[in-house]
């Protein structure tokens, strides 16, 4: 008998009125587990199965489910009767405002948004009004939300995406019908650590952007090698295209203000979302304050539109000021804290699966890791599924649930670690991997 019968029941229900019975369908897994309630780094379903949750929601939760003093910052909010008001600014969204700017010094202004996809769209848009022009460069692999412009070359079966291409760009391979051709032809994706690549773009067209996540967590962990990300920067100067980096997975979950702090490489703009406010909906968009005030130019050929009901909504405002009220306290004694505990996973992971013998390396950034099946981290999403065991991926995954444990139900989805985790929650955690690794042998 299924241990889900409650959640296949219920998604029966919810698909006679929402298709495919999931109001987003990145979160429609097989099996449909239905979930309830979740408290710190546990989730419950509706069948009363217990799991370690490190899924996160895709990564927002980096203080756990329902911490508690962003719980008691947004009730507060909400006794204050701090309405959505429509009109003119608010005290909250301009005290968020300077914390995001004080994370990262190299944000001079800021604009809140309610989720990641909105924050690229107008990224790409801030760079199209301001170089007048209109192709964009992504690199393969990577995921900036479901608009036109970047709705393409994610997880490309290899047998579309066709063999390694250096130095050049990739066909446009939509992950979404409804695209223009026209638009395709606007958009160039290249390999991701593939320097050459974009050089060659911009020898080939007017570029107004690049947007890439400075580590690829949509196909788990992937890392820039070194100069990189240095290069890009170096490129966006020298053929005056604005680098844009989405860091609405990697922002405020490896340090204050993101990754970006941490590689020490400043973009122009920057997009963060998910762990920003511990799991209400915001985005961000920030950047250089001569691409920021394109939103109020006086030149209205030049000036941006910027609209949004729910824009600095009282509550998100208040779970993001209380977000990184918590990260930044004691000095950011959390990431020290997340990185003790990533580092036992890794640790743990790769001592388990090289007992029981298994090809694999453990990829981490200080609270995301992602095992690959494969004898090196990969660097490129060609690397990763030309070498990657996805069947064994999902093997494992499947099997964890049977432990107690979640993963993401799709092969090299990000795995993350919260503040709400503890050192047995680790432990057991590694110790369900080994009991799930005997199973695969036998």
């Not at 895709?58 to 003093?69: K, Q």
């Not at 990641?116 to 209109?134: M, P, V, W």
């Not at 030149?299 to 609209?307: E, F, G, I, N, T």
């Not at 690959?372 to 995954?397: C, G, Q, T």
């Amino acid at each position: 008998m299924s241990r889900f019968t409650k959640s296949e029941a219920l998604l029966r229900e919810n698909a006679r009125y929402i298709p495919g019975g999931v109001v987003s369908t990145n979160r429609a897994v097989d099996p449909p587990i239905v979930f309830t309630r979740a408290r710190g780094a546990e989730m419950w379903d509706v069948d009363g199965n217990r799991f370690l949750d490190y899924h996160a929601a895709f990564g927002p939760y980096i203080l756990g489910h329902g911490d508690a003093a962003v719980n008691a910052a947004v009730l507060q909010a909400i006794a204050e009767d701090r309405s959505l008001f429509g009109s003119g600014s608010t005290e909250l969204e301009g005290e968020l405002a300077r914390r995001i700017c004080a994370a990262a010094p190299f944000v001079e202004r800021v604009q809140l948004l309610n989720t990641g996809s909105e924050a690229t769209y107008q990224a790409i848009r801030l760079a199209r009004a301001y170089t007048g022009r209109d192709h964009i460069i992504k690199p393969q692999g990577g995921y900036h939300g479901w608009h036109n412009d970047v709705s393409c070359n994610l997880m490309t079966p290899l047998d579309q995406l066709g063999p390694r291409r250096p130095g050049e760009e990739y066909p446009f391979l939509p992950i979404s019908a409804g695209i223009p051709e026209a638009h395709q032809g606007l958009v160039h994706p290249v390999g991701f650590n593939d320097l050459e690549a974009v050089e060659a773009v911009c020898r080939k067209y007017p570029v107004a952007a690049l947007i890439t996540e400075p580590i690829l967590q949509n196909i788990g962990v992937v890392k820039p090698q070194a100069g990189y990300l240095e290069g890009l920067r170096a490129l966006a100067d020298k053929y005056g295209f604005v680098l844009i980096f989405d860091e609405v997975k990697t922002g405020f979950r490896h340090a204050l203000g993101g990754y970006s702090t941490v590689c020490g490489v400043t973009p122009d703009l920057v997009t963060y979302g998910k762990a920003v406010a511990n799991g209400y909906p915001l985005g961000v968009i920030g950047g250089r304050k001569d691409l920021m005030d394109l939103f109020i130019s006086p030149d209205a050929s030049k000036r941006v539109l910027l609209a949004g009901t729910y824009n600095g909504h009282p509550v998100t405002a208040a779970a993001g000021i209380a977000t990184i009220d918590r990260l930044s306290a004691n000095d950011g004694q959390v990431y020290r804290d997340l990185e003790v505990l990533g580092a036992r996973m890794q640790s743990g992971l790769e001592r388990v699966l090289q007992d029981a013998g298994v090809e694999s390396v453990v990829v981490r950034q200080s609270s995301a890791f992602c095992i690959y099946f494969m004898d090196h981290a990969p660097v490129d999403w060609h690397d990763l599924i030309e070498n990657h065991d996805a069947k064994l991926d999902s093997h494992l995954r499947r099997e964890l649930l049977d432990q107690g444990v979640y993963f993401f139900q799709l092969p090299v989805k990000q795995c993350s670690i919260s503040a709400a985790h503890t050192e047995a929650h680790i432990d057991e955690t590694i110790g369900a991997v080994a009991k799930c690794l005997a199973s695969v042998h036998a």
